[in-house]
């Protein structure tokens, strides 16, 4: 293998790794955000757990992460559950926080 194979294979790798873990992070994001959720809406114990499920389910509808945020939105209006859109999103993004770095220490 020549020098420019072997940085193009080391790449190749890297971008699945990232990707990977993205996923791996993303999925427990979803699984931190729902256990929030169903305890707003005093959901406990399986329950909790099983909406946990519902809301990492949510997010293979499609791409990026509305499907996630309509899912928790429409919950939180059915249940009546006070929590602007603001800081749904910026749960979201604390659990991403959150996510990553469980992930990183489980190295």
Known sequence: MTSFDD????????FAHDATLRFKAEARRNK????WAAGLMGKEGEAADAYAKEVIKADLEEAGDEDVFRKVRGDFDAAGVEQSDHQIRRHMDECMETAMQQIANDK
């Open 32 to 35: 931190l955000l729902g256990l």
């Open 7 to 14: 940085r193009e294979d080391k790449y190749e790798k890297k």
